[in-house]
């Protein structure tokens, strides 16, 4: 019997010939990365546990980047990037994206692709459960807490119950109305939240593979959503081509053997796709666009590690050149580089920030912003009863600040079209 | 460990998600610091929808205006439950509030590793749907050896699953004391 790609990278990193679903192994980490809001209480428990003047157990594989709350007037949100910034001084951290510098990043699973912290058949682990994110390189990546990340720093290493496999696999060509977000909001639909605990989405077939690095990550993005341990894709010339421009780092290619063991697997024909909205207040509330259309919005929001990225924007810009808004919408770019991209890219010799404030939306700084709610002075956070199309990942109450509003997620196109007409919008109606 | 684990019941519903154990705008609070950490007390489980906390009735105040701690000893839960976020905030500040053993049907990874590698407590899983046979504010025992937990309110009595490959964790205390007893640190 062969292996997927997960259980070839864990037992590798287990010394290993192979591991079994179901196993308990111990593995060695590649990377660490926390951030502002897990940090603080991660470097906590490791001078707790391993004394105050203890060294972390690599400093090449430790990554820090602040990007939840990080434009607030809040003083304990600031107080927590202090306790980074001592950190990294103590132990010499090198990779380490200060706020308020030229090396500030943003949000930090874009970050870590694009500063080349993301090598294929790596083991990552992020004390955020969208550190799945990563797994669109060919690696194992997952979310963990302060205690397991602390645990980390000390020892380089991590128990890990070996997840059983599930193989989403979309053949032909997707229209070109259809984005990885629809895909991922069609899957979790269907499988539901839990319907991928303690699990890996393993995503293959050609339709998936003619997907950017960006699209990618979007769909890896939210297999947390579905309950999933980790996500991957299959590392290919595309992956190959980003990670070379980013590190000059060894790394290994993994594939799925043909007779590996999975505990499911569905083909979908990629052409049937339809635009998709997850309504409140769960991200498993399926709907077609086409049938919300009679909803009304307050608000159309792009932006995040899931819907805040290059390919994003420029999918929106397509739908919003030349027009305006019909509500408020915030555009908030994942991290610097794409904000770079917003002022230097153009669509038919306009760059896309011109396009967004030409057609009357805010425009935000990098960082995680509302999508979490946040500060009460975040960008873009609700506060009464707002109905809002979002990018984002999650629609869980209360989860982009007031309890009572209520957050469809959505496209970029979608969140597009919606901002036109202030109503929940099939993205064909803008596109041709 | 305590072998026996006894107090009142706050009963919530499927999928209740880390927004609604603990908003993410109270995650500015540090988790060590022996006074701010209370917060988290506070609002442990602030944003559950009003409809569904303290089931079956719901509007049932999980910590008290005004409070730090719960009235409330065991969480019974449903399918699901602490997805969402990594934020090992979540364990804790049900902790803090003074929660002492979580009974759910299923538990998302993160929260389930985050509870028994930080040494939080035991997140329990029930062998069939207990939100329907136990009320918010029924009297619960749990006896940790058999594995069972009878609701004295009703005088029933359900079983609860082994606890599988995280038993050696749960017996030590957490994540760095199984180490230290397995001579890895």
Redesign the interface.
Known sequence: MGLTITEKILAAHASKDKVTPGETIWVDVDVLMTHDVCGPGTISIFKEQFGENAKVFDREKVVIIPDHYIFTSDKHANRNIDILREFVSEQNLPYYYDVGTENYKGVCHLALAQEGHNRPGEVLFGTDSHTCTSGAFGMFSTGIGNTDAAFILGTGKLWVKVPESMQFEFTGKFPDYIMAKDIILQVIGDIGVDGATYRTMEWTGNAIMNFSMEERMTLCNMAIEGGGKNAVIEADEVTLKYVKERTNKPYNVYRSDHDANYYFKKTYDASTMEPIVAKPHSPDNKALVRECSDVKIDRSYIGSCTGGKYTDFLAAANILNGKKVAVNTFIVPATTEVYKDLEGKTLNGKTLLNIFKDAGCEIGDASCAACLGGPKDTFGRTHGTEVVVSTTNRNFPGRMGSKQSEVYLASPYTAAASALTGRITDPREMLN | MEQVIAGRAYVLGD?I?T??II???H??????DPE?KKNYGKFALS???EDDAGLPEGNKLFVEEGKFESEYTIIIGG??FG???????A?ACLKIAGIQAIIAT?Y???FY??SV???FFIPFESSGKLVNDIRTEDNLTINVETGTLTNNSSNQTFKLQPLG?VAEIVKAG???EY?RKAG??
């Open positions: 999928n998600d927004d609604q908003p993410a705008e995650l500015v609070y540090s988790l060590s701010e944003g559950v929808p399918k699901n997805c969402g976020s990594s934020r090992e905030h364990p299923s998302a990874r993160i590793r985050n590698d930080g040494g490959e957490n994540i760095f180490a890895m640190i």
